[in-house]
């Protein structure tokens, strides 16, 4: 029997189709669905946010407790050149911090006092708009997270941020690293990295690293969603600076004053 | 058939340089049985059964990938049914006693180059291997 045109056609087709639903179907989920961790193993808020205490931060300017931790657990390597320097959380004079707060009047101490800072996890964030991988997003619960695996080095966000949030690794950052912890990744030369509010402890049911550390207790970690935590508490009863918060970025780290 | 003798002699070169890798070894007397991974002590079973796990590992670690860092979701079962983090270095790593155990094997075999280790470590599973008694 001849074929025709028309029927090789149809079958050729079809045959397309029958092995398109063969993959499709066997490019199913290779595990079970997720199982749901018991009821308060993991930390989950609607909004998180950060209150810290301006005061009881400078009335101990030599304390890096928070930023240790913060980069010990992180693997951050320590670059002494300033060109190279990876930073999650740093101080920064006041004048730097809260350049709107300008005031010639309130003299040189005012303007040196040490301020914690770190990414303000904003609620309209600029960096992840220009990403053009989406290796960086805004999460549900307000975490501006990172997937270093997406990364590819373009720095369009390091260029963004206007609070210097972001640090690029220009070379290898694991010789520069004091002691690997290996329950965390650390990054590799060409990435962006920046604080990621300790979204791998909250999922252990942790507070962040920097929150624990502190010796003073001048940071308070909450759900900025439950206007009975204790962080809502703190804002509603106390007057609060955010650093830049006329660019619109909604940043979400305050600072009680 | 014009020029056979230069066809076929040329033919006959390119068959020989194609397989290169294949008599190299040959002649070099290399060990070319393919590696036996050990099975863990720990462990009854894989997150997938074994065949599967052969073939589909890499989809397996992508997939886990994307849903713990984008989703947020760090929790599976393994074929048995029990819960199992979604963790290279925690799960995978501590259970089949480091790389060099299990990854390497295959893949320093099969000259493949997987760039996982560039920033996890499985110094992790090397502790957990010491205190466990493995």
């Not at chain 1, 962006?192 to 308070?220: D, F, H, Q, S």
């Not at chain 2, 070099?28 to 863990?40: F, Q, S």
């Not at chain 2, 920033?119 to 992790?124: A, F, I, L, R």
Request: charged share 25%; net charge positive.
């Amino acid at each position: 029997m001849a074929i025709d045109r028309r029927s090789f056609l149809a079958a050729g087709g079809l045959a397309g189709l029958a092995l398109a639903i063969r993959r499709a179907v066997a490019e199913g989920r290779l595990t079970a669905e997720p199982w749901a961790p018991p009821e308060g193993q993991a930390l989950t808020g609607t909004r998180w946010g950060m209150a810290i205490d301006l005061e009881a931060c400078a009335a101990h300017p030599g304390c890096t407790a928070c930023i240790e931790a913060c980069h010990r657990v992180h693997n951050v390597p320590r670059f002494d050149d300033p060109k190279r320097e990876i930073k999650w959380t740093w101080k920064e004079t006041f004048e730097h911090a809260f350049p709107a707060q300008e005031n010639p009047w309130a003299g040189e101490e005012r303007a040196e006092l040490p301020v914690l800072v770190m990414c303000n996890h904003c609620e309209n964030p600029p960096c992840t708009r220009v990403c053009p991988t989406r290796a960086t997003w805004k999460r549900e619960d307000g975490v501006v997270m990172m997937d270093w695996h997406r990364c590819i080095g373009c720095r369009y966000c390091v260029a963004a941020c206007p609070y210097g949030s972001r640090s690029f690794n220009w070379v290898d950052p694991r010789p520069a690293i004091p002691e690997i912890d290996p329950s965390f990744p650390t990054r590799t030369k060409g990435v962006v990295e920046k604080c990621n509010l300790c979204e791998e402890r909250l999922a252990e049911g942790k507070l962040p690293a920097c929150v624990t550390a502190c010796p003073y207790g001048a940071l308070t970690f909450g759900d900025l969603g439950d206007p009975e935590s204790r962080i809502r508490r703190l804002l509603a009863e106390r007057p609060s600076l955010r650093r830049k918060s006329f660019l619109g970025t909604g940043p979400q780290v305050f600072y009680l004053v | 058939m014009y020029d056979a003798g230069k066809i076929l002699a040329g033919l006959a070169i390119f068959v020989v340089l194609v397989a290169t890798p294949f008599w190299w070894n040959a002649a070099r007397g290399a060990d070319t049985a393919p590696p036996r991974i050990e099975k863990p002590p720990a462990g009854t079973s894989c997150v997938l059964p074994p065949d599967q796990m052969r073939h589909e590992h890499m989809r397996l670690l992508i997939e886990w990938r994307e849903e713990v860092v984008r989703q947020d979701l760090r929790t599976t079962r393994d074929a048995a049914g029990r819960p199992l983090r979604k963790s290279l270095s925690e799960s995978c790593l501590a259970c089949h006693g480091g790389r060099e155990k299990s990854c390497d094997r295959c893949h320093d075999w099969l000259d493949v180059r997987v760039y996982c280790w560039d920033c996890h470590s499985d110094m992790g599973a090397r502790r957990a291997a010491v205190a466990g008694g493995r």
